[in-house]
């Protein structure tokens, strides 16, 4: 999830206009700087993360920030994040959905329970 993390993983575009530059660094690094393919294909590493975005465990600082990205990111589908923000977004959700789509389920009741994002993010990563 890493998708989220995956990719669930792009917050810092959405709150560019409220940050600082450290905070803009950090979260560079945190999205940009960070292989999915190391969290998406390590299971010890994507399980812990999807604890994390379940309230299951405590999070570690690069999944807690993550988690608390969610929402936004799919709300906006990832309206204010850079091109390869973007980018990083689409190759995590086309690799963690098919790959467990039970978990990305369990994602949208927790993360989009209208049900109102997963129509514009699907659009978004056929695309």
Known sequence: MVWLLLCFLLFAAGRAEDMTQEDMEFYTRVFEEVDP?????????????????YSEIECNAHAEVVKK??????????GRCSDKQKGIFKYSLNKFIPAHPKDWERILSIYDPTGEAWP???EFIES
Do not use: G, H, M, Q
Request: glycine share 0%; net charge positive; aromatic share 10%.
């Open 37 to 53: 393919d190391f969290i998406l294909d390590n299971e010890r590493i994507l399980t812990s993360y999807l604890k994390c975005f």
């Open 69 to 78: 990205s969610i929402p936004n990111v799919l709300a906006t589908v990832c």
């Open 120 to 122: 514009k993010v699907k």
